[in-house]
């Protein structure tokens, strides 16, 4: 271990944390594929894409030795117009928001309810992002991605792909095999959108409304959703951090009516298929945690579900915050809180612990 040269990966992770590996390599073009065989067929590997979603537990004595690929292939097109529909593909290494933008600048609309969330095209339909009444699922056509195992590329096209709320067919993957047996690297993305004008337009949010004057528009829904992000969210080159930090948990809707019950305060609820999915920053907030630290790590005094790393925190920092806050919710409302975030740990077994099982993490030594 001690010959190896150890790459850094601290401007790879949104948090800013320190953390390590040994081999990485970028990928900058689809014809690299064809050098996938020599790189990464044989090895356990890794995609990454800004690391906006990814908790590294990597520290200097323990870094990630496996293969890790960095996705900066890029570019975006046009390809049809049929119907009143418009067919625009993406590589995966453009930036999601920068990609955003640019099909409201070809005055086409479906997109804007996703303006400003960070990370690239390419990760966005790992955790199927979502936000303001809309999720990426809903705009996609087809995504093509190498397929490691089958050594070719496939194509999948959205009902395929397995989406849930934060989740898909590529994040459970990973979960259930192991960050290191990664099966897909998302190579483009083909969404569907329309033009301004026949756009359907999103603006269930009370919040998304107010914003807007006048007629409403693919570009003032994303105005209008700029300004809150803005106001909400930390700024990321200020205070790292990896936006949600935990779920909004899931559970059944006799269970968020007896919460409702006992806390009488408690926001609306969202019902999906007979479940409910509860507000995860209001369950931390009723703990008294807003503003708790611990040394570096600390939520976020304006959203308790954003840990952010004050200045030198470590991933034991941020991870003993987690431990705290995921305790003192179940302490509370019996409610066990999922990490949103990617763990990606030099022991698979500790990171798959960590975003899953809470009990298992809690009284750890690491
Ligand atoms: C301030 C802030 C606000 C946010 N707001 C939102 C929000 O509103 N809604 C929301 O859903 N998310 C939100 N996020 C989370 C994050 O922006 C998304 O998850 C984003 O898609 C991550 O992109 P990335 O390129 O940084 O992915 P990374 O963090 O690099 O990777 C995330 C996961 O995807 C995998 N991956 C990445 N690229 C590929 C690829 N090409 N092929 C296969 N696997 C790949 C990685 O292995 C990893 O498991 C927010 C994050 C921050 C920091």
């Not at 290191?180 to 569907?192: G, L, N």
């Not at 840990?307 to 431990?323: E, F, P, Q, T």
């Not at 509370?332 to 990490?339: A, E, P, R, S, V």
Request: proline letters at 4%.
């Amino acid at each position: 271990m001690r010959n190896l040269k150890l790459i850094d990966l601290k401007n790879n992770n949104g948090l800013k944390i320190n953390a390590f590996c040994t081999n990485l390599f970028s990928i900058n073009k689809i014809s690299q594929i064809n050098e996938f065989p020599e790189i990464v067929n044989t090895n356990p590997r890794l995609v990454i894409g800004s690391g906006s979603n990814i908790f590294f537990l990597a520290p200097d004595n323990q870094p990630l030795t496996s293969t890790i690929l960095l996705n900066k292939i890029k570019g975006k097109e046009i390809i049809k117009e049929k119907n009143n529909k418009t067919f625009v593909r993406c590589l995966a290494g453009e930036n999601w928001n920068d990609f955003v933008i640019w099909t409201l600048s070809k005055n086409l609309g479906g997109l804007e309810n996703l303006v400003l969330i960070p990370g690239t095209v390419g990760a966005a339909p790992i955790q199927n992002i979502g936000a303001y009444g809309l999720e990426i699922k809903d705009r996609i056509d087809s995504i093509l991605a190498w397929d490691f195992e089958q050594k070719k590329l496939v194509n999948f096209k959205p009902h395929e792909c397995e989406f849930r709320y934060r989740n898909s067919l590529f994040k459970n993957q990973m979960i259930h095999d192991g960050w290191k047996k990664t099966r897909y690297f998302i190579i483009s993305i083909d969404f569907v959108l329309w033009s301004e004008k026949e756009s359907p337009l999103i603006t269930s949010y009370d919040e998304v409304r107010k914003e807007i004057i006048g007629k409403v528009s693919p570009k003032k829904i994303a105005e209008s959703i700029i300004k809150i992000r803005n106001r909400k969210l930390p700024d990321s080159n200020l205070l790292p951090n990896l936006g949600s930090f935990f779920q909004n948990p899931i559970v059944k809707i006799y269970q968020a009516k007896d919460l409702r019950k006992n806390f009488p305060k408690m926001p609306n609820f969202k019902v999906i298929e007979n479940e409910a999915k509860i507000s995860a920053a209001w369950l931390i907030d009723e703990c008294k945690l807003k503003g708790y630290k611990v040394n570096d790590a600390g939520i976020y005094k304006k959203h308790s579900l954003i840990i952010v790393n004050y200045g030198d925190a470590s991933y034991k920092d941020i991870m003993n915050l987690a431990i705290k806050i995921q305790e003192k919710v179940i302490e509370k409302f019996g409610i066990c809180l999922t990490l949103e975030p990617n763990v990606i740990s030099s022991s698979e077994k500790k990171a798959f612990r960590l975003s899953k099982f809470y009990y298992e993490t809690y009284n750890h030594d690491y």
